[in-house]
């Protein structure tokens, strides 16, 4: 299995179906945290279901439509990102996240991810990378400003979540101006 080092202790490797124990004991640690904004601590509940959510995201990758890493901080799964949607016919797709309360404010979602969308456009030639967001998740925002992100519209009310209608925002990012920010952050 592959480790890329995020600096500070940090790393990113894949998440894997057999590894449902410590995916639901993470979940566990920061449910109520992750549950905020997102609804994967609802969908992963007991070892059975969280199970089958590491093994969706195997299936995902086995078929080229999805990607599913684990963040380590000092050995420990701290939270994920995730490429939810990976079309390369249309050379779309949609990354997100979670982190548990405990390595929140560190950085690691933003280098986490950059390591993701420098993958997906340098290596599989990706056009764009879009991330979701409901407005009132301020540090999911800030990751997207952070990563050069676009704000490209409002989707009014189209995401029923626990019971209430909520807006998401749509940020995106396409490879050209991602190959433009890294080599104007390489010059300086």
């Given amino acids: 299995m592959f480790a890329i080092s ?10 894997e179906p057999w590894q449902a124990e410590e995916f639901l004991a993470h979940m566990d640690r920061g449910r109520e945290f992750i549950g905020q904004y997102v609804g994967l601590p609802d969908i992963t509940a007991d070892l059975p279901a969280a199970r089958r959510w590491l ?87 800030n990751v997207a400003k952070r990563l050069g992100m676009t704000l490209e519209g409002v989707q009014r009310q189209n995401d029923l979540y626990r019971g209430v209608r909520q807006d998401t925002e749509v940020w995106a990012v396409l490879a050209p101006e991602w190959r433009a920010e890294r080599a104007e952050a390489a010059a300086r």
């Fill in 6 to 15: 995020l600096g500070g202790g940090a790393e990113l490797r894949p998440l």
């Fill in 55 to 141: 093994q969706l995201y195997a299936d995902k990758s086995a078929a080229d439509t999805g990607r599913l890493y684990g963040i380590r901080l000092d050995g420990r799964l701290v939270g994920g990102v995730l490429l939810r949607s990976f079309d390369a016919g249309t050379g779309t797709c949609e990354a997100g996240c979670w982190l548990e309360p405990a390595a929140a404010g560190q950085g690691l979602v933003t280098r986490a991810v950059r390591v993701v969308i420098d993958w997906a456009f340098e290596v599989r030639g990706m056009h764009r990378v879009e991330w979701l967001v409901a407005p009132e998740n301020i540090p999911s925002i």
